[in-house]
């Protein structure tokens, strides 16, 4: 690879700032991530759901060191940006947040997603100020680096769900106040909301297509003033998807209709060449 983290970095940066916005692939592996660059996309992100789906583990069940393991292998498997998704940060504390920002940084990602959610049942949104004190520390954290690390605060009232736009309109204001570079509420799908929005910050806005209920196309994303459009764990997804039909396929009427559709291992292996060892 020949492409400095610095450099990436600052790729990262101007696709944020210029141009007419752009959408995030999300790989799970070495492989997909290969092949997204391949397909021409501009940015990666890794997808906690399929990270945990490519562990055989349901998804917000991963720890830390792992996933720094993980991020590490993504970000020198191309020459793109990475941005992790960081789920909450892997600590309730401002101080493990900061850390975890730090230790994915070492390990080659240029920026990362800071969730909100607190897992306390009956109050699963963490408290306003704490949760601006954990993007203050992850912002603080992104500034010490040698190269511009993007911080993306994440709003998760849609999720929850609690889906209260004035409230998640709050919430990001206040991470825009704290540092954030990118505002994220994942789970909104209604293009007037989404619109609003866009309107109430002055960062960059990025937003997950790949949910119940979206209607939107990429472009119509971007029209609506949307900044980056991420796919989540929908390519993973789809891969296991296809898994899961040729297994249902072959215990249901013994055929194997799912191998002629399979991509030719030729392919791969020429797709896949230029990292030969």
């Not at 997204?36 to 917000?60: I, R």
């Not at 101080?95 to 800071?114: H, Q």
Request: hydrophobic share 45%; proline share 6%.
């Amino acid at each position: 690879m020949n492409t400095s983290q610095t450099e990436r970095a600052l790729q990262f940066q101007s696709l944020h700032a210029t141009g007419p916005g752009f959408v995030v692939a999300n790989p799970w592996d070495v492989g997909s991530a290969r092949l997204l660059a391949l397909a021409g996309f501009k940015a990666l992100a890794s997808t906690s759901a399929g990270y945990c789906f490519s562990n055989g583990m349901p998804d917000f069940s991963a720890l830390r060191e792992p996933v720094l393991t993980h991020l590490a292998a993504l970000a020198s498997a191309t020459d793109l940006p990475l941005t992790a998704d960081l789920e909450d940060g892997f600590g309730a504390t401002p101080k493990e947040v900061a850390e975890t920002i730090r230790l994915a940084a070492a390990a080659g990602v240029v920026g990362a997603s800071v969730e909100d959610h607190s897992g306390v049942a009956g109050a699963p949104l963490t408290d306003l100020a704490q949760a601006v004190d954990r993007v203050r520390a992850a912002v603080d954290a992104a500034r010490s680096m040698p190269f511009p690390f993007m911080v993306t605060a994440r709003a998760e009232n849609f999720m929850l769900p609690q889906p209260d736009l004035a409230a998640t309109i709050t919430r990001l204001q206040h991470y825009q106040d704290a540092g954030a570079d990118v505002l994220f509420a994942p789970g909104i799908t209604d293009p007037q909301q989404i619109a609003t929005l866009v309107r109430a910050v002055d960062r960059p806005v990025n937003l997950l297509i790949s949910v119940p209920g979206m209607q939107l196309g990429v472009q119509q994303a971007l029209d609506l003033g949307v900044r980056r459009v991420s796919l989540g764990g929908s390519l993973a997804r789809a891969a296991y998807g296809e898994l899961l039909r040729a297994v249902t396929e072959l215990q249901t009427t013994g055929t194997l209709d799912y191998a002629a559709k399979a991509v030719p291992g030729a392919r791969l292996n020429a797709l896949f060449e230029p990292w030969r060892r």
